[in-house]
C-alpha cells in the first residue's frame, strides 16, 4: 500500500495544520491581552478608572455568593444577566482575583428552603415580591436579589435590587442594573480596606442621639465604617475622622465648639449638616390648635457664611407634601381619624444629576428651611456649589416668626399663593474653605493647638461639606414601646421614603476619596420595546426568524453545489 500523499492532500494538510496553528496562537494572545470592545452609546459595559484600580489592587479573592438563579419572569433574567456580565468584567481586570456563584435558594425541600431563608435573612439579605409585567400576563415572586461578598473572614450583603415608590418595574429593574458596578465596587472597597473610615456624631448642644439615630448609626456600622459620638464641649476631633454629622443642634454652639469644627475642617475633614434654625415640632401643635414657630440661635451664621452659604430662618410650605393624622369624630368611643396633607412635610423628588441624588425616591422632611449660596470669596477661594434637593414648583417660604395652625386644612389649597419654585433644600460646597477664626484667632485657642502640637490653618486642604436645611431627615421614627423603625419609614402611611439612600449616599460621598461613587451616575437608557406593535406582528416576526435562517442555507447549499459542479465539469 502506497503511503505517500499527493500533492493536492499534502498542501490540504499543510492548509488544515497552518489554521490549527494560528487559532492556537490566538487563543494564547487573547488569554494573554484582554480587550473587550463597547460598542453601547452609553458605554454600559465600561468600568470607571476608579473601579479598575481597585480590581487591579486586589491580593487575594473575594468571592461572591448571587442569589438569583431559578425559574422567575423575565425581568429578574435581565438583572441577572446584567449582574454576571458585570461580575465577568470585574473578574477580567481582578487577575483572577473575583470568583462568583450563582445560587438557586429556592431548591431543594421544604425544610432546606425555609432554612436557607432565615440564613440569608439573618446576614441582611431579604426576600422581595415585585410584580413584572409581560407580554399577556403580570408575573409575581418572591425571591432573593441579592449578594453575599467574602473576602478573608468578612462578609458583606448587597442588595442588587432598588425600592422605588413611583416607578415601573421596568424602571425599577433598569436603575438596579446602573448601581450594580457602584454597589460591588463600594463593596469590595469596603471589605479589603485596613482601616475602616471614621464617622462621629457631635454631641453637646442638643442634637438628635440614642434612639432617634439608631437606625442610620447601626446601618453605617453594618457597612463597615467606625462609627460614634463625639462632645465637641470636651473633646478635640481625632484626626483620623472623615465625616462629622451634626444633626439638628438645639443650642447654640460656643466659640470653642466652633473652633474644633473650623479647624477639623482646614485640616480636610468633611462636614453633614441637619441644620433647623426655627423652632417647629408636631409635639408643639398638641393639645392646641395655634403655635408660633420662632427664630433657633445656633451662633453658626458667621460659620456659615464664611463656608459660603447660609440657612435661612424661614418655613417652606410645599404643595407635594406627606400626609399626617386628625381626628375627625368619634364612632361610639372610638375616634376616627384622616389623613390631611401637611404642606410643612414637603416630599422632595431630587432632579438633581448628581451622584448622591441621582434616581432616589422622594425624601421626606419635616418643617425644612431654604438655604442660599453666598460669600465674597469666591475670588481668591472658589468653591464649587451643587444645589442637592430643591422643593417642588408650587411652594413657598415664610419667615419666621410663623403661625402654624390646622385651620388651613378645612379648605383646599390656593396654587397661586404657591408660587415660589425651587427653593434650594439640600446643597454641596466643595474646595478650600477660609477660617472663620482668621485674624481673629483668641490666645487660648492658640494655646491648645500648642499643647497638641497642632499648627492653627486660616486657609484649609480640600474638604466638603453638607448642609441640609432640615434636622429630622435624618430621624428614625421611634414606636411608643421604644422600638426603632428603619429611617424614611412613615408608620401613619407605611411607606418607605429614599431618607437613609440620601443620607448614606452623602456620607458616602464625603467619605470616599477614591471617588467610586461616581460609578452611581452610570446610565443604561431603557429602550421599551412598542408592546402594542409586538403584539399586532407576533407571527410574523417569528415566521422571520425561523424560516429566514433556513431560507439562507438552503440558497448557500445551492449555491454551493452549483459552484462545484461547475469547477468539476471538465
Known sequence: MDMKLSAPKYQELLRFIIAMAILVLINIIGNQYYYRFDLTKEKRYSLSAATKELLNNLDDVVYVKIYLEGDFPAGFKRLQRATRDMLEEFKSYARGNIVYEFINPSKGTAAEKEA???????????????????????????????????????????HLLENQIGFSPQEVLNHSIELLEYKFANS???????????????????????????DIMQTLRNLQYECDTINLRASLLPLRTKVLVVAKPLQAFREQEKFKIDQFIMNGGSVLWLIDPVIAEMDSLRG??????????????????????????????????????????????????????????????????????RNLDAIDLHFASTIDTVGKSFATHPLRKIALLHSSPYSKALLAPVRIHFSMLREPPDPSAFMQKNLMLALLVEGK??????????????????????????????????????????????????????????????????????????????????????????????????????????????????????????VFGLFYNWMRKRKYAS
Open 116 to 158: 436557607l431563608y432565615k440564613e440569608l435573612i439573618n446576614k441582611g439579605l431579604l426576600p422581595t415580591n415585585l410584580r413584572v409585567k409581560g407580554d399577556e400576563q403580570l408575573s409575581e415572586r418572591i425571591i432573593f436579589p441579592g449578594a453575599l461578598f467574602y473576602y478573608r473572614n468578612k462578609e458583606l450583603p448587597v
Open 188 to 214: 469590595i472597597k469596603k471589605l479589603i480596606q485596613r482601616i475602616p473610615p471614621t464617622v462621629l456624631f457631635s454631641r453637646g448642644q442638643g442634637e438628635l442621639a440614642g434612639a432617634q439615630i439608631a
Open 288 to 357: 392646641r390648635s395655634v403655635f408660633l414657630a420662632q427664630q433657633r440661635n445656633l451662633n453658626l451664621d458667621d460659620q456659615f457664611f464664611r463656608y459660603g452659604f447660609r440657612v435661612n430662618t424661614d418655613l417652606l410650605m410645599d404643595l407635594q407634601c406627606n400626609r399626617i393624622p386628625l381626628i375627625t369624630g368619634s364612632l361610639g368611643n372610638v375616634p376616627q381619624t384622616e389623613l390631611f396633607p401637611w404642606y410643612y412635610f414637603p416630599l422632595v423628588t431630587p432632579r438633581n444629576e448628581h451622584a448622591i441624588v
Open 433 to 554: 474653605f477660609e477660617s472663620v477664626f482668621k485674624n481673629r484667632l483668641h490666645p487660648d485657642f492658640q494655646a491648645v493647638l500648642d499643647s497638641l502640637k497642632r499648627p492653627f490653618r486660616d486657609e484649609g486642604v480640600f474638604s466638603r461639606m453638607i448642609i441640609v436645611g432640615d434636622g429630622d431627615v435624618i430621624r428614625n421614627a421611634v414606636s411608643s414601646s421604644g422600638g426603632t423603625y428603619p429611617l424614611g419609614y412613615y408608620p401613619f402611611t407605611e411607606q418607605t421614603f429614599a431618607n437613609k439612600e440620601f443620607i448614606l449616599n452623602c456620607i458616602e460621598y464625603l467619605a470616599d476619596d477614591n471617588r467610586l461613587i461616581e460609578t452611581r451616575n452610570k446610565e443604561i437608557r431603557l429602550r421599551l420595546l412598542d408592546t402594542t406593535r409586538i403584539r399586532n406582528e407576533k407571527l410574523q416576526w417569528q415566521l422571520l426568524n425561523t424560516l429566514l435562517p433556513l431560507l439562507v442555507v438552503m
